[in-house]
T-cell receptor
Framework: AQTVTQSQPEMSVQEAETVTLSCTYDTSENNYYLFWYKQPPSRQMILVIR??????QNATENRFSVNFQKAAKSFSLKISDSQLGDTAMYFC???????????????FGEGTQLTVNP | EPEVTQTPSHQVTQMGQEVILRCVPISNHLYFYWYRQILGQKVEFLVSFYNNEISEKSEIFDDQFSVERPDGSNFTLKIRSTKLEDSAMYFC???????????FGQGTRLTVV
């Protein structure tokens, strides 16, 4: 079974600054995907960024980037130039890779509530 | 842009009553999921559905729960006899391999009184 741990229940950052959210996971799988989802006050779950475990290069999406350390089973999210609209709950999630035609479930961490202050 | 839609957005029901939560996944997607989020807690997997049958379920998904895809577009979650502890946000999601992005609906807030 997989577990995902987010040890920071709450974080805050000043607008325009950079913040890093931590995530660790435990798995015996070799092929998997990692995700960061954002849940704003509307409660909608929105994909922020995804990383394939077989790729050594860290994923980036505009102001969002990850630091993926496979040996350490660590997957942190860096948000640069934080904006007020980044205020949300952020969930780290794990998905097994079970083949090109399979759709495995997501296992989520506990979440980190990020507040961006003006 | 295609999206997953869920109805109703909020449902209040009496303990012991049956409730059906409805979802319309993205039309060409193949895998469908229900997740649950009790207020202030993590999002938990309930069940996945593929090719008109359950492909995986969690220990939460007991005999009180069932899923159905009755007409090729809707995907429903039924709770037969609701308990107070079923109060939560229920999210539907869908996915089409090999794309690993699960698209989520906006959720149904279920309140059991």
């Amino acid at each position: 079974a997989q577990t995902v741990t987010q040890s920071q229940p709450e974080m805050s950052v000043q607008e325009a600054e950079t913040v890093t959210l931590s995530c660790t996971y435990d798995t015996s799988e070799n092929n998997y995907y990692l995700f960061w989802y954002k849940q704003p006050p509307s409660r909608q779950m929105i994909l922020v960024i995804r990383q394939e475990a077989y790729k050594q290069q860290n994923a980036t999406e505009n102001r969002f980037s990850v630091n993926f350390q496979k040996a350490a089973k660590s997957f942190s999210l860096k948000i640069s130039d934080s904006q007020l609209g980044d205020t949300a709950m952020y969930f780290c999630a794990f998905m097994k890779h079970e083949g090109e035609t399979s759709g495995s479930r997501l296992t989520f961490g506990e979440g980190t509530q990020l507040t961006v202050n003006p | 842009e295609p999206e997953v839609t869920q109805t109703p957005s909020h449902q209040v029901t009496q303990m012991g009553q049956e409730v059906i939560l409805r979802c319309v996944p993205i039309s060409n997607h193949l895998y469908f999921y229900w997740y649950r989020q009790i207020l202030g807690q993590k999002v938990e997997f309930l069940v996945s559905f593929y090719n008109n049958e359950i492909s995986e379920k969690s220990e939460i998904f007991d005999d009180q729960f069932s899923v159905e895809r009755p007409d090729g577009s809707n995907f429903t979650l039924k709770i037969r006899s609701t308990k107070l502890e079923d109060s939560a946000m229920y999210f539907c999601a869908s996915l089409i391999p090999p794309n690993t992005e699960a698209f989520f609906g906006q959720g149904t807030r279920l309140t059991v009184v």
